[in-house]
Structure formats: structure tokens, C-alpha cells
């Protein structure tokens, strides 16, 4: 198809290159026919075709738009539990038996999706991120619009549910930045280290333990020194691997020697300083950049579940009162239908 060519809104140009419309979405599929085919007569389906089955799913998965280059391609990753949140959180609202189907169904759909993504060589993606932001907007337009209709809640105690959510989001915002990538580019046919997350003139901010900054300085001065350490010479936190008696400071991916506490992430492909770990949930490496921000967000997150949990039951369902001053959700039967 001619670059040129103009698109109407339903239209799109599929991954041959060929021009298709959003009508015919099932058809011409020979990798769904093949699927069929051998789950109607109970024989496993290989693996190739699952891959192309899912890369057809992925590429006609569209919506119509108006700018003239047709239909826009959306990410399953990002439209999936869009969809999917809600749709488990308003069945499971339908009776007790719904609430266990739910709960049971959702962290098995949400592997099961990851795995597959995983197998199409993904490494990276949103789904989590999405999944859990998705969640937490949802419960909270139902807090706001069911919940406090019926006029139990205190003011202060919404004003607190409200500026925890904000400040968790604020949080969240700042875990998800970069987490203190370390680069390696090319100058003059030499590598040369460039320190991305540097703190204070160019180097990690190690506190008061300065063997490690002196360490990493020493290495940058010296590149053609052996990239190990002798285990006996480390008194600080590594997170880097000791074999053999030694601690090996070199990275081997990005072919460069680390400074202490670094690490490689085998998602993001890049070694990052005081790393932690890699968080599905927020599609970020936890890093000397973003893990006072991450720990926030978590310990709002939980307190906001927590809270608001709590606000929900003790207005929704009858509550007891402890202590003259605590309340606790006691008759939740009426709830649902099964109970009755």
C-alpha cells in the first residue's frame, strides 16, 4: 500500500502490509482455524501457532480514528485489565459466591496473561502497573459515589482517605522515574563510564561509607586493573556476585565495571545504582533514585486499602462499637443474596 494513501477511520494497513478494515476482524485468521481445529478434537495446540495467533489478536486489536492514517493499534497489555478490573469487580458484587469466583479468577487470568506475554518475548510491560492503578480509580469512584451517599462517613475521616490517595499517587509518580540508570558509550573507541544517577558531582551519594565511593573512583582510574575484589576486603553492603573467593565488580552485559551496591537488571538491560529489585507492579527498577518515593508509595497504598476498607464495612455493614471509640463491621449478610 502507497505511503500517501489516506485511511479512513476503520481502516488500518495490517502487519503484511496488506489494507484491512476493523469489520473483518475474525476472518482470514489461519492461526485461530488451526486453533480451533485442534481444541475441537483434543489435540495440543503447538507453539508457533499460539505465537501466531497472538500476533494477529495483537495486531487487529484496534480502534477507529480520524487523522486520516486510520484505525490506531492498541496495547493488550494497557486495554486488558482496563477492561478486566471492572468487569470482575461489578460480577463479583453479585453475590458471595461471585466475591470467591472473583477472587480465584482474577490472580490466575492475571499469570496466565503474563506468561504469555513473557513467551512472546516481551520482557517489560504495564499490565500490572495498569492492573492495580485500574483497581485502585475503580474502588475509588465507588467509595465516592456509593459509599459516602450514605452520610456515615465524618468529614476529617474522608479528607484523610482523600489526601492519603493523593499523596500515594504523588509518590507513585516520582517510584516510576528513572531509578538511576548507568550507561556505557562509545569515545574515541574506549568505553567511558557516564554515571546517570549521580547525586553529588557526578557520583552516588553513599552516606557515611566512603570505602565505597574511594572503590569506585579507583576503578575508573585504572581500567585495565582485574575486575574482582578478594571477598576478605569487603566490609560494606554488595549486592554484586562473589565467586571463587572474589567479588566480581565487572558486569559482564554491560561490559563495564560496577561501583558497590550496583546491579544488573536482566528487564530493563542496564545496571543500576544501590539496586533493589525489579517491580512488576510499577514497571521500574527499584534504584538509588526512586526507593524512598517506592517505600512511600507502598505504606500509603496499604494504609489506603486499609482505611478504606474499613470506612466501607462499618458504613456499609452493621457496625459494633469497642472502646467507646472503635468501630467494627459486625452483620454483612444482608449483603448479598445468598444469605437471605
Same mark, same amino acid.
Given at each position: 500500500?502507497?505511503?500517501?494513501?489516506?485511511l479512513?477511520?476503520?481502516?488500518?494497513?495490517?502487519?503484511?502490509?496488506?489494507?484491512?478494515?476493523l469489520?473483518? *476482524?475474525?476472518?482470514?485468521?489461519?492461526?485461530?482455524?488451526?486453533?480451533?481445529?485442534?481444541?475441537?478434537?483434543?489435540?495440543?495446540?503447538?507453539?508457533?501457532?499460539?505465537?501466531?495467533?497472538?500476533?494477529?489478536?495483537?495486531?487487529?486489536?484496534?480502534?477507529?480514528?480520524?487523522?486520516?492514517?486510520?484505525?490506531?493499534? &492498541?496495547?493488550?497489555?494497557?486495554?486488558?485489565?482496563?477492561?478486566?478490573v471492572?468487569?470482575?469487580?461489578s460480577?463479583?458484587?453479585?453475590?458471595?459466591?461471585?466475591?470467591?469466583?472473583?477472587?480465584?479468577?482474577?490472580?490466575?487470568?492475571?499469570l496466565?496473561?503474563?506468561?504469555?506475554?513473557?513467551?512472546?518475548?516481551?520482557?517489560?510491560?504495564?499490565? /500490572?502497573?495498569?492492573?492495580?492503578?485500574?483497581?485502585?480509580?475503580?474502588?475509588?469512584?465507588?467509595?465516592?459515589?456509593?459509599?459516602?451517599?450514605f452520610?456515615?462517613?465524618?468529614?476529617?475521616?474522608?479528607?484523610?482517605?482523600?489526601?492519603?490517595?493523593?499523596?500515594?499517587?504523588?509518590?507513585?509518580?516520582?517510584?516510576r522515574?528513572?531509578?538511576?540508570?548507568?550507561?556505557?558509550?562509545?569515545?574515541?573507541?574506549?568505553?567511558?563510564?557516564?554515571?546517570?544517577?549521580?547525586?553529588?558531582?557526578?557520583?552516588?551519594?553513599?552516606?557515611?561509607?566512603?570505602?565505597?565511593?574511594?572503590?569506585?573512583?579507583e576503578?575508573?582510574?585504572?581500567?585495565?586493573?582485574?575486575?574482582?575484589?578478594?571477598?576478605?576486603?569487603?566490609?560494606?553492603?554488595?549486592?554484586?556476585?562473589?565467586?571463587?573467593?572474589?567479588?566480581?565488580?565487572k558486569?559482564?552485559y554491560?561490559? /563495564?565495571?560496577?561501583?558497590?551496591?550496583?546491579?544488573?537488571?536482566?528487564?530493563c538491560?542496564?545496571?543500576i545504582?544501590?539496586?533493589?529489585?525489579?517491580? &512488576?507492579?510499577?514497571?521500574?527498577?527499584?534504584?538509588?533514585?526512586?526507593?524512598?518515593?517506592?517505600?512511600?508509595?507502598m505504606?500509603? *497504598?496499604?494504609?489506603?486499602?486499609?482505611?478504606?476498607?474499613?470506612?466501607?464495612?462499618?458504613?456499609?455493614?452493621?457496625?459494633?462499637?469497642y /472502646?467507646?471509640?472503635?468501630?467494627?463491621?459486625?452483620?454483612?449478610?444482608?449483603?448479598?443474596?445468598?444469605?437471605?
Amino acid at each position: 500500500m502507497a505511503a500517501s494513501e489516506t485511511l479512513c477511520c476503520c481502516e488500518y494497513e495490517n502487519m503484511h502490509g496488506d489494507r484491512s478494515h476493523l469489520l473483518a *476482524f475474525c476472518c482470514d485468521c489461519e492461526a485461530f482455524d488451526q486453533t480451533c481445529d485442534r481444541l475441537l478434537t483434543c489435540r495440543a495446540v503447538p507453539t508457533e501457532t499460539l505465537q501466531r495467533l497472538w500476533a494477529t489478536i495483537h495486531d487487529r486489536c484496534r480502534i477507529p480514528w480520524f487523522s486520516g492514517k486510520g484505525a490506531i493499534q &492498541v496495547k493488550l497489555d494497557v486495554i486488558v485489565p482496563m477492561i478486566m478490573v471492572p468487569a470482575c469487580l461489578s460480577f463479583g458484587t453479585l453475590g458471595y459466591f461471585a466475591t470467591i469466583a472473583v477472587l480465584m479468577f482474577m490472580p490466575i487470568f492475571m499469570l496466565t496473561f503474563y506468561t504469555i506475554w513473557r513467551r512472546q518475548g516481551h520482557k517489560r510491560t504495564p499490565f /500490572f502497573f495498569v492492573w492495580g492503578l485500574t483497581s485502585v480509580l475503580f474502588s475509588f469512584l465507588v467509595f465516592s459515589g456509593f459509599v459516602i451517599s450514605f452520610r456515615e462517613i465524618l468529614l476529617w475521616e474522608i479528607l484523610l482517605l482523600f489526601s492519603a490517595l493523593f499523596f500515594m499517587f504523588y509518590a507513585l509518580l516520582h517510584a516510576r522515574k528513572q531509578p538511576g540508570y548507568f550507561s556505557v558509550v562509545s569515545k574515541s573507541q574506549n568505553k567511558e563510564l557516564r554515571y546517570r544517577p549521580s547525586l553529588t558531582n557526578g557520583h552516588v551519594k553513599s552516606g557515611n561509607n566512603f570505602d565505597d565511593e574511594k572503590e569506585f573512583l579507583e576503578l575508573q582510574m585504572n581500567r585495565n586493573e582485574d575486575a574482582t575484589l578478594p571477598a576478605e576486603k569487603v566490609t560494606w553492603i554488595d549486592s554484586r556476585p562473589i565467586k571463587d573467593g572474589k567479588l566480581m565488580i565487572k558486569c559482564n552485559y554491560c561490559n /563495564f565495571q560496577r561501583p558497590p551496591r550496583a546491579g544488573h537488571c536482566n528487564i530493563c538491560g542496564l545496571c543500576i545504582a544501590v539496586r533493589d529489585h525489579h517491580c &512488576v507492579w510499577i514497571d521500574n527498577c527499584i534504584g538509588s533514585n526512586n526507593h524512598k518515593s517506592f517505600l512511600a508509595a507502598m505504606f500509603l *497504598f496499604i494504609f489506603c486499602g486499609c482505611y478504606g476498607s474499613h470506612l466501607t464495612l462499618t458504613t456499609i455493614c452493621t457496625p459494633e462499637m469497642y /472502646f467507646d471509640w472503635i468501630l467494627v463491621p459486625s452483620d454483612c449478610r444482608w449483603l448479598y443474596e445468598d444469605f437471605r
